[in-house]
């Protein structure tokens, strides 16, 4: 965590903030990811599969599996854009992008 701005701008879907599908832009300190955490019978799983470093930007691609708690499988896939900051080499932006209909799904049938 040393790599991350403690200010860092964290955008997750989109901007605007939705919870149905937990987008929206969040301080790295809020627990955003919190609300779906609760709907799974076990601990999310990631697996990383790619990471591609362009200039100052990371690009991260990532799968994540565990248990609804109504028995069904959550099986979702991430891809992360990080921007580092020049100065410091500490990322300053996040970009999350996900299957927000699955979380959708997982908010409401659990």
Do not use: C, H
Not at 25 to 30: A, C, D, G, L, Q
Not at 32 to 58: C, H, R, Y
Not at 80 to 89: D, G, L, R, Y
Request: overall charge neutral; glycine content about 2%.
């Amino acid at each position: 965590m040393n790599a991350i701005d403690l200010n860092v701008k964290r955008v997750i879907v989109d901007p605007v903030n939705d919870p149905s599908i937990s987008s929206g832009t969040y301080e790295w300190t809020e627990k955003a990811s919190i609300p779906n955490a609760v709907k799974l019978q076990d601990t999310l799983v990631i697996k990383f599969s790619a990471t591609e470093v362009i200039g100052l930007k990371a690009f991260v691609e990532a799968s994540a599996s565990a248990t609804q708690k109504n028995g069904r499988p959550y099986n979702n896939r991430y891809a992360w854009i990080m921007v580092f900051s020049k100065e410091t080499n500490k990322a300053v932006e996040m970009r999350e992008y996900m299957n927000s209909v699955l979380v959708k799904e997982l908010m409401e049938t659990n």
